[in-house]
């Protein structure tokens, strides 16, 4: 069966898989303004670090369309682009590729300031198309080194949804499932549900169905049981933001994985582009962390499940301090500690 795309572009339109929806429906939403690509964004249509920095990307692009189409003056375009990019930059903090997208688009702008607006917006969707080429070329690679770390008949916990749902395509903890799999290693993939937005029981859980690789769905309290229990031989997971000394930021309950995988002795790697690499951020308690909406934790599909008036954090994502990570799969390989050298050499190739 052909996956479901998570995104798909034609110029002034991108046309998103709404992940909020799945996999109940399968709903689109269609984006024809940068602000309405922002608030998709925003409220988690689009999801998942490699893909909002795609998505962004295609923003700017029709932000350019709109401009175009409006037919304004070319004297008003570097103000109006600092507007598309500060607008879609506000969007979620903590996953670097969308600030690393953003500022590549900035980029291709500057260096062709001289073409028309029109020749412009073409420009700036080939960028936002090569960007996001790139991403699922990336996403193979990173499954190819990862799927050398997995054993024939191992069992694979995953946390959130690292998969084709979350990039432009194929996932990153995801692709390397899916090439362990096509290898026929005979894998079992623990999906924890992934509270509160439960991305691990509506998108990874869905998306390995649909390709037919066996997967168990557990709530995140299961973890520490399925792996005392010896079902566990690996733990992968995504990345939205990597520290230069590789602190991990990843969806919240990670850092928790982490230290259960070391207790039990367990491999836990991280796989993630080198464009979630923050290499000018020294450790991680410098990346910022999105605090959401209260009410996805109070409540669930609109139902109430807690007390009104109760305090509530909702971190949306946790640190992975770098002495937990056993290695960070990358498209130019497994990087291993002390990763303030090894992320240094994979940025220089
Ligand atoms: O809040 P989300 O759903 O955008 O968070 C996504 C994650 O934390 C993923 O694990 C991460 O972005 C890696 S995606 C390839």
């Known amino acids: 069966m052909a996956r479901v795309m998570t995104m798909e572009f034609q110029p002034g339109e991108l046309r998103l898989i709404d992940q909020r929806k799945l996999p109940i429906s399968s709903e689109i939403v269609v984006c024809r303004s940068y602000t309405e690509v922002a608030a998709a964004i925003k409220e988690m249509v689009v999801r998942g670090a490699p893909a909002i920095g795609a998505a962004a990307a295609y923003g700017v692009a029709i932000g350019l369309a709109e401009f175009v189409a409006a037919g304004r003056p070319a004297a008003e375009l570097d103000a109006y682009v600092d507007k598309v990019i500060e607008v879609l930059a506000a969007t979620r903090p903590t996953a670097v590729n969308l600030f690393w997208a953003l500022d590549r688009m900035r980029r291709v702008y500057e260096a062709n300031r001289d073409l028309s607006p029109s020749e412009l917006q073409q420009r700036l969707e080939q960028e936002a198309q090569a960007i996001a080429d790139e991403d699922v070329a990336t996403n193979r690679k990173i ?3 990862g799927a050398e770390l997995v054993p024939r008949g191992a069992g694979i916990l995953t946390h959130c949804n690292a ?3 979350a990039t432009v395509d194929y996932g990153t903890a995801l692709a390397v499932i899916r090439v362990a799999h096509e290898q ?3 894998i079992m993939v623990y999906a924890d549900e992934t509270r509160p937005f439960l991305q691990g029981a509506r998108l990874t859980a869905w998306e390995l169905q649909q390709d037919q690789i066996p997967v168990t769905l557990i709530t995140d309290n299961m973890a520490a049981y399925v792996m005392q229990q010896g079902r566990v031989q690996l ?3 995504g990345a939205d933001r990597i520290a230069a000394n590789g602190d991990t930021a990843n969806k919240i309950g990670t850092y928790g994985l982490a230290i259960l995988a070391k207790e ?4 836990f790697y991280i796989a993630a582009p080198r464009s979630t690499i923050d290499a000018s951020l020294k450790s991680g308690a410098e990346i910022p962390i999105e605090e959401r909406h209260h009410s996805e934790v109070t409540h669930l599909f609109g139902h109430q499940i807690a007390p009104a008036d109760v305090a509530v954090l909702n971190p949306a994502f946790d640190v992975t ?8 799969i990358t498209e130019v390989g497994v990087l291993r500690p002390p990763y303030t050298d090894s992320i240094a050499a994979a940025l220089r190739k």
Do not use: N, W
Request: overall charge neutral; charged content about 15%.
């Open 264 to 267: 039990h002795g367990i491999p």
């Open 163 to 165: 998969g084709a749902l």
């Open 143 to 145: 499954g190819e080194y």
């Open 321 to 328: 301090p770098h002495r937990y990570i056993t290695g960070i």
């Open 184 to 186: 026929g290693k005979e």
């Open 235 to 237: 733990v992968v997971v």
